[in-house]
Each structure stands twice: as C-alpha cells, then as structure tokens.
C-alpha cells in the first residue's frame, strides 16, 4: 500500500529528481550517511562527492512506486532512471529529528 512518505524523505526525493544538491545534501544529518550497497559516505562532503558521481550527476531521477513504515525505517520501493543506474531499487531511511540519518540502498 502506497502511504505518504516522511517530509524529509519527500524533500530528498524532490532534490534528486530536480537536481538539487544543496536541497539533497541538506536533508541529512550533520553525520548522515549514504550505504550505496554496502559503500559507505558518512558527511556532507563525501555524501555530496558521492552523489556528484552516481547519483544527482549521473541525472538520476527516482520513480517512487511504494511507501511503507516498517520498524523505525521508511522503504521507498522505487524505479531508478538517469545515466548511471537504472533499475529497481529499495530505500531505506531512518530519520532522526526532521532529517534523514541514513539512507541505505538495496535492490
């Protein structure tokens, strides 16, 4: 069942598909971090360098097809378009305050 997401999930997800990253980047935590299966950016800067690579530079733009909550984590089920990836991907946020904490990408 496809729910409303988080307000800082639906700005991150604004951000990527605008090509946004100041609006992306500053919807972490000040320690935030991006597990991009398994690699790990933890800060703005390494968040920021990541995304200039595979993500917001590779003109990526996430196709949200489901929202659920489950334990503390929000699962965005989503299409992923752009020049980089493309293909069926899972988000997983966990928030903390009104920012995102983390987000880990899985298929």
Same mark, same amino acid.
């Given at each position: 069942m496809t729910q409303q997401?988080h307000?800082?999930?639906?700005a991150?997800l604004d951000?990527?598909n605008?090509?946004?990253?100041?609006?992306?980047?500053?919807?972490f935590?000040?320690d935030g971090? $991006?597990?991009?299966w &398994?690699? %790990?950016f933890?800060?703005a =800067? #390494?968040?920021?360098?990541?995304?200039?690579?595979e993500?917001?530079?590779?003109?990526a733009i996430i196709g949200?097809r489901? $929202?659920?909550r489950? &334990?503390? %984590?929000?699962?965005v089920? =989503? #299409?992923v378009?752009?020049?980089g990836?493309?293909?069926p991907?899972?988000?997983?946020?966990?928030?903390?305050?009104?920012?995102v904490?983390r987000?880990?990408?899985r298929?």
């Open positions: 997401t307000p800082a999930v639906q991150l951000g990527v605008s090509g946004d990253a100041d609006a992306f980047i500053g919807c935590t000040e971090v $991006v597990d991009d &398994g690699r %790990e933890r800060g =800067a #390494r968040i920021r360098a990541w995304s200039d690579a993500l917001i530079g590779a003109r949200v489901n $929202v659920e489950r &334990g503390g %984590e929000i699962i089920t =989503a #299409r378009g752009g020049t990836f493309n293909g991907s899972h988000f997983f946020f966990r928030i903390r305050g009104d920012r904490s987000m880990t990408i298929v």
